[in-house]
């Protein structure tokens, strides 16, 4: 089996300039694990996958009212971690996305395949024809091909 064979065709993709919101919802409304980055003319700019929502997360132990004794004391209206907050979900596609894209052709077997998730820690991989995506594999394709579901 080749690549043809086991990727998905409808490739959901998003641009640059998609927040990072909406990005978090189109992974939970469409059930995928991340999605290629395209520019204006769809080509190829880089990936995007949950792995990049997840790195991109920092604890925030910056309080908003603070304890002493049995006082509460609140801290100023607009605190520190507010402004975090704020700059983390003002976050774009383009700004967390990886620009080092590995990608396959429709010839690459599924053994190449395999090789390249295990070895380069990639999960999801753009198929290209001529310049554009013709598709994407993910584990989970692999794992269909491999139980013999395809």
């Known amino acids: 089996m080749k690549a043809k064979d086991i990727m998905t065709r409808d490739v959901i993709t998003v641009k640059p300039?998609?927040?990072?919101?909406?990005?978090?919802?189109?992974?939970?409304?469409?059930?995928?694990?991340?999605?290629?980055?395209?520019?204006?003319?769809?080509?190829?700019?880089?990936?995007?996958?949950?792995?990049d929502?997840?790195?991109?997360?920092?604890?925030?132990?910056i309080p908003t009212v603070v304890r002493i004794f049995d006082a509460?004391?609140?801290?100023e209206r607009y605190s520190q971690m507010e402004k975090e907050i704020e700059m983390m979900t003002s976050m774009y596609v383009g700004q967390i996305c990886s620009r080092e894209v590995i990608t396959i052709d429709e010839e690459t077997t599924i053994q190449e395949i395999a090789e390249?998730?295990?070895?380069?820690k990639k999960h999801l991989i753009p198929v290209m024809k001529d310049g554009v995506i013709a598709g994407?594999?993910?584990?989970?394709?692999?794992?269909?091909?491999?139980?013999g579901q395809y």
Not at 72 to 75: A, V
């Open 53 to 61: 929502l997840i790195n991109r997360e920092r604890p925030l132990h």
């Open 72 to 75: 509460i004391i609140p801290l």
């Open 116 to 120: 390249i998730m295990i070895v380069q």
């Open 136 to 147: 994407i594999v993910a584990k989970k394709d692999i794992i269909k091909a491999t139980s």
């Open 17 to 51: 300039d998609t927040s990072v919101n909406e990005f978090g919802k189109l992974l939970m409304e469409k059930h995928i694990s991340g999605a290629p980055v395209v520019d204006e003319s769809g080509r190829l700019y880089g990936i995007v996958t949950e792995s």
